[in-house]
């Protein structure tokens, strides 16, 4: 179930999915474009949101496939290397749809893939939090899934918070009741 105020998690449960259909399923014909009639045979493969193919995986109708993004090529790719991997082409709301397919599919290693991942390229992304000049970020930027963005720009206004905090310099005041001798 989606967070009703996050527009972000309302696009996460809009991503196309491929689902296999378990039984036959009579007037929903319009979910799949193949169809000549109203119904959508068993065994049939249709792309469905995932709001919808979470639906009907809870009421056994279906089978949902994981998105190619989450095959064995792109994990290898991560694995040798996961800061250098453009997971934003391959689906912006990478670790949203990924947590939300967890436990919806047969794959047990997906959570920790997932875990993996964004292990690797969270180092990246503080070593570029703390080290990059504003001009080099959009190169960057470009690589970043919408959940590692908001990492980055967390990342960012906090060193921005720390540096405006230093250049302060100190501020600490001597407290009145110090300076005041006690009564015996």
């Excluded at 929903?28 to 995932?50: F, I, T, Y």
């Amino acid at each position: 179930m989606a967070n009703y105020y996050d527009l972000d998690d309302l696009l996460v449960e809009e991503e196309p999915l491929s689902v296999i259909f378990r039984v036959a399923a009579d007037g929903v014909g319009l979910l799949d474009p193949g169809s000549e009639d109203n119904n959508v045979d068993q065994g049939a493969k249709v792309d469905l949101p995932l709001w919808l193919a979470q639906d009907l995986f809870h009421r056994q109708a279906v089978v949902i496939n994981l998105p190619s993004f989450f095959g064995q090529r792109l994990r290898k790719e991560v694995k040798a290397d996961p800061a250098c991997v453009d997971l934003r082409s391959r689906c912006p709301y990478f670790y949203g749809l990924g947590c939300k397919l967890a436990p919806l599919t047969a794959d047990t290693t997906l959570g920790t893939f997932l875990l993996y991942a964004l292990r690797g390229r969270y180092r990246d992304i503080l070593s570029k939090v703390h080290s990059a000049a504003v001009a080099a970020t959009p190169k960057f930027m470009q690589l970043l899934t919408r959940e590692e963005t908001q990492l980055f720009e967390a990342g960012r206004d906090s060193m921005k918070a720390f540096k405006k905090w230093c250049l302060r310099g100190t501020r600490l005041e001597r407290a009145a009741v110090l300076g005041k001798k006690r009564r015996v």
